[in-house]
């Protein structure tokens, strides 16, 4: 064989070659480009759910040693609470102390329109009691309910 074939057939195949490897490089860069972008959204999703479960995780967190600092905050929850009924003119009504000191003062139904006390002691004391459950409980304020009343079986 010639050299000058040979030569001419090496520099056919080098150009072949490099075509190819052309081609090659073209489909690479656009799979590399489609994968970029892949990546690119798959590290965007990571980071967006990252985020959520950070969100999320402080949120609980948070709820929970709020719920724990109201327990502990509570002056009510070991104070000396006492409970005074009276006769009003209309009825009963009740006193609630804390410490001593006069907390809540209630000579009529708190549930009910108008200023008519309760029919009878009992009753005043029935709802003092729970007044100062819900006020031990950091119940605040805590209102009565006609619920309550009906639980309680006290008459309008």
Same mark, same amino acid.
């Given at each position: 064989?010639?050299?000058?074939?040979?030569?001419?057939?090496?520099?056919?195949?080098?150009?072949?070659?490099?075509?190819?490897?052309?081609?090659?490089?073209?489909?690479?860069?656009?799979?590399?480009?489609?994968?970029?972008?892949?990546?690119?959204?798959?590290?965007?999703?990571?980071?967006?759910?990252?985020?959520?479960?950070?969100?999320?995780?402080? &949120? *609980? /967190?948070?709820?929970? $040693?709020?719920?724990?600092?109201?327990?502990?905050?509570?002056?009510?929850?070991? +104070? =000396?609470? !006492?409970?005074?009924?009276?006769?009003?003119?209309?009825?009963?009504?009740?006193?609630?102390?804390?410490?001593?000191? &006069? *907390? /809540?003062?209630?000579? $009529?139904?708190?549930?009910?329109?108008?200023?008519?006390?309760?029919?009878?002691? +009992? =009753?005043? !004391?029935?709802?003092?009691?729970?007044?100062?459950?819900?006020?031990?409980?950091?119940?605040?304020?805590?209102?009565?309910? *006609?619920?309550?009343?009906?639980?309680?079986?006290?008459?309008?």
């Amino acid at each position: 064989m010639h050299p000058g074939n040979i030569v001419s057939k090496i520099a056919r195949i080098n150009l072949q070659f490099i075509v190819v490897l052309r081609i090659k490089w073209s489909i690479i860069k656009s799979m590399a480009k489609k994968q970029k972008i892949l990546t690119k959204t798959i590290i965007r999703v990571i980071i967006i759910v990252a985020i959520v479960l950070s969100l999320v995780l402080f &949120l *609980l /967190i948070k709820a929970q $040693s709020k719920e724990h600092i109201s327990i502990s905050k509570n002056p009510y929850l070991n +104070a =000396d609470i !006492q409970l005074k009924t009276y006769k009003t003119e209309s009825g009963w009504g009740y006193d609630i102390y804390s410490n001593g000191k &006069l *907390l /809540i003062h209630q000579p $009529s139904i708190p549930a009910l329109p108008g200023n008519n006390g309760f029919k009878i002691e +009992a =009753d005043a !004391q029935k709802v003092a009691k729970l007044i100062v459950n819900k006020i031990k409980r950091k119940i605040m304020p805590p209102t009565l309910t *006609l619920e309550d009343l009906k639980i309680l079986g006290i008459e309008k």
